[in-house]
Antibody, heavy 123, light 106 residues
Framework: QLQLQESGPGLVKPSETLSLTCTVS??????????WDWIRQPPGKGLEWIGT???????YQNPSLQSRVTISADTSKNQLSLKLNSVTAADTAVYYC???????????????WGQGSLVTVSS | DIQMTQSPSTLSASVGDRVTITCRAS??????LAWFQQKPGKAPKLLIY???SLEGGVPSRFSGSESGTEFTLTISSLQPDDFATYYC?????????FGQGTKVEI
């Protein structure tokens, strides 16, 4: 059974860098059958897609965050990484990693999710 | 970015009701639309993909349809476990975008 687990500091100071890891168990992140998303949700608000990484290492980020976001993968550890620099209070949110799977005629988004990691930006 | 306009934002219903939630896209999605259910404190759960395909394990009372750029999630007979917030998401074009959410409450 596939499991995703986000981890990282729960509190980050303004202007610093938010760093999260998503550890995947039950299947390799390097498979071409999947790619991996980061999604966030501010408290009491809706969902925002942050970006994605493919097995090739190619990434796409939301232009609203693009200059501040780095998404990477460590296949030897089966882990994904999210870094968001120059954070402000507006970046306070629950951060999720999720799997996107390939089907015959296209992709299927977010069929597996981590439980989420709350990151608060505050001094 | 493709804008997803979801309505209503809140819906009051009773067990057994037929419930319909709508999502309108600002441009064509070629059916690349998904629906998610989220309960408080939990990650979203995929219900429907490609506008009308039911994800494995999801009860058949959930269904999706499309008409042009308008997409609908229908719950045929609302059950107690269905009180939650529902989101649509387009995955036709990056950046993928979500609707604002619909809270289904008693």
């Amino acid at each position: 059974q596939l499991q995703l687990q986000e981890s990282g500091p729960g509190l980050v100071k303004p202007s610093e860098t938010l760093s999260l890891t998503c550890t995947v168990s039950g299947g390799p992140i390097s498979s071409s059958t999947y790619h991996w998303d980061w999604i966030r949700q501010p408290p009491g608000k809706g969902l925002e897609w942050i970006g994605t990484i493919y097995h090739s290492g190619s990434t796409y980020q939301n232009p609203s965050l693009q200059s501040r976001v780095t998404i990477s993968a460590d296949t030897s550890k089966n882990q994904l990484s999210l870094k968001l620099n120059s954070v402000t209070a507006a970046d306070t949110a629950v951060y999720y990693c999720a799997r996107v799977r390939r089907e015959v005629d296209g992709w299927i988004p977010s069929d597996y999710w981590g439980q989420g990691s709350l990151v608060t930006v505050s001094s | 970015d493709i804008q997803m306009t979801q309505s209503p934002s809140t819906l009051s219903a009773s067990v057994g009701d037929r419930v319909t939630i709508t999502c309108r896209a600002s441009q064509s999605l070629s059916s690349w639309l998904a629906w998610f259910q989220q309960k408080p404190g939990k990650a979203p759960k995929l219900l429907i993909y490609k506008a009308s395909s039911l994800e494995g394990g999801v009860p058949s009372r959930f269904s999706g349809s499309e008409s042009g750029t308008e997409f609908t999630l229908t719950i045929s007979s609302l059950q107690p476990d269905d009180f939650a917030t529902y989101y649509c998401q387009q995955y036709n074009t990056y950046p993928w975008t979500f609707g604002q959410g619909t809270k289904v409450e008693i």
